[in-house]
């Protein structure tokens, strides 16, 4: 079992800055991916950004550019940098963690808040 802590949501401001955190203990094996997904009201759960153990990222067109996505394995620590915030990312930002143990094992946070406004 893995589990997932986020932190950093908060009341941000249209072109401000956020950092998201998502924390993992438990049984961590050396592959894996860590992601970012969120939810806004009405609409389905979105992949926004995701990075592999090897350090392989991703990132969803709508953020490109103006997030960034890096992890501190040495603290089992994820991070997202969010710059120039707009009011379409307000939603439930979740943090998602995959490995391969007997099989797919996927794991996620239980969410953190971020909404956009002024």
């Known amino acids: 079992q893995v589990q997932l802590v986020e932190s950093g949501g908060d009341l941000v401001q249209p072109g401000g800055s956020l950092t998201l955190s998502c924390r993992a203990s438990?049984?961590?094996?050396?592959?894996?991916?860590m992601g970012w997904y969120r939810q806004a009201p009405g609409k389905e759960r979105e992949v926004v950004a995701s990075?592999?153990?090897?350090?392989?990222?991703y990132y969803a067109d709508s953020v490109k550019g103006r997030f960034t996505i890096s992890r501190d394995d040495a603290k089992n620590t994820m991070y997202l940098q969010m710059n120039s915030l707009k009011s379409e990312d307000t939603a439930l930002y979740y943090c998602?963690?995959?490995?391969?143990?007997?099989?797919?094992?996927?794991?996620w946070g239980q969410g953190t808040q971020v909404t956009v406004s002024s």
């Open positions: 990075v592999s153990s090897g350090g392989r990222t």
């Open positions: 438990g049984r961590i094996l050396s592959i894996n991916v």
């Open positions: 998602h963690f995959y490995q391969y143990s007997n099989g797919p094992r996927d794991y």
